[in-house]
């Protein structure tokens, strides 16, 4: 395969995958705004957010006050971020193109016209149960995108491509919604194990679509230790750090057999499961969630460039 044709499989599964999750952490920071009693607490949740996702300075060197609707437009339409929903619907739309005969007729049509009514969306009508209406709505894309994927491509170097650039997304973003956790709560002790606490976890469970799976895992209470585990170490939750890792190792090495050979990007993502297999949740927290969280998100990124140099991404 051209090394053309696997970047933009790669990166259309990556943008499609993103979109999904700024949906997910613009629902975690509004969400968070919304249950806030602090002075200032409704503009701290949404930059915590936004500094999450790594567009905290871009936003600020806007000269925008960081309310609801200026974050929430900005984080959803603004096409100068490059990580707002339009513009990663638009990248997406656009990688896809580019490989029309690598991918299905179905793959397309779900795309394609999911950017054509989202493209038709007015923002200035998008406010608050509405933007929450929207957030479930760009969830359900991603989804329906998927599933055309899975239910159509053949099981190729095409496939694995487009599997690594999904799983390499999300690992990224499940650490960066633990990460909005760290940048809310954990600066302030004494908040820690309070019932806020617990309900802005609750919030983070839902954002990744964890709720109900982390009550049949646990049936007690919820508890920060055991959220984080099951974010994090549960290799039975198909958005954990632990099952991306995994995932990701197994599909760059279906890549080795089709080509018949290990290149760096195999050893990175070998590295990368050792990490989280090697630890536990005690160990983590001891040292720092926000850490190890950072050196995750660190070399989750260096799999993903290990990537590109091997098979000739340009």
């Known amino acids: 395969m051209l090394g053309r044709t696997a970047q933009n499989l790669f990166w259309l599964s990556r943008y499609v995958e993103r979109a999904e999750n ?10 968070m705004s919304l249950t806030s009693r602090r002075e200032g607490g409704a503009s701290e949740h949404l930059v915590s957010m936004m500094r999450a996702a790594e567009v905290d300075e871009a936003f600020e060197a806007t000269g925008r006050q960081a309310d609801l609707d200026t974050v929430a437009h900005y984080m ?39 950017w054509l009514e989202f493209a038709q969306i007015k923002p200035r009508d998008v406010r608050g149960a509405k933007l929450l209406g929207l957030l479930s709505w760009v969830k359900q894309l991603s989804h329906e995108f998927r599933g055309a994927l899975l239910g159509t491509i053949l099981r190729d170097d095409g496939f694995a491509f487009s599997q690594a650039g999904n799983f390499v997304e999300r690992a990224d973003n499940t650490a960066r919604i633990l990460d909005v956790k760290y940048y809310v709560l954990l600066p302030r002790a004494k908040m820690v194990g309070g019932d806020l606490d617990i309900q802005q976890w ?27 585990d099951f974010l994090m170490l549960r290799p039975e939750m198909p958005r954990s750090l632990i099952f991306c890792a995994r995932y990701i190792e197994e599909t760059l090495d279906s890549l080795a057999d089709i080509y018949g050979k290990r290149e760096g990007c195999q050893e990175a993502a070998a590295k990368l499961r050792a990490m989280v297999e090697g630890t536990n949740m005690e160990t983590i927290f001891a040292h720092g969630l926000h850490e190890f969280l950072t050196e995750f998100i660190a070399r989750n990124n260096a799999v993903s460039e290990s990537l590109s140099a091997s098979y000739n991404f340009y």
């Open 202 to 228: 609750t919030l983070i469970l839902r954002a990744a679509s964890a709720h109900r799976s982390y009550r049949h895992v646990y049936h007690d209470r919820y508890k920060a230790h055991n959220i984080a």
């Open 76 to 114: 959803m339409f603004d096409p100068e971020n490059p990580s707002s929903v339009y513009s990663c619907l638009l990248a997406a739309r656009t990688n896809a193109r580019s490989v029309r005969t690598a991918i299905t007729i179905d793959m397309w049509e779900s795309l394609n016209a999911g």
């Open 22 to 31: 700024m949906a997910r952490l613009l629902e975690v920071g509004y969400r």
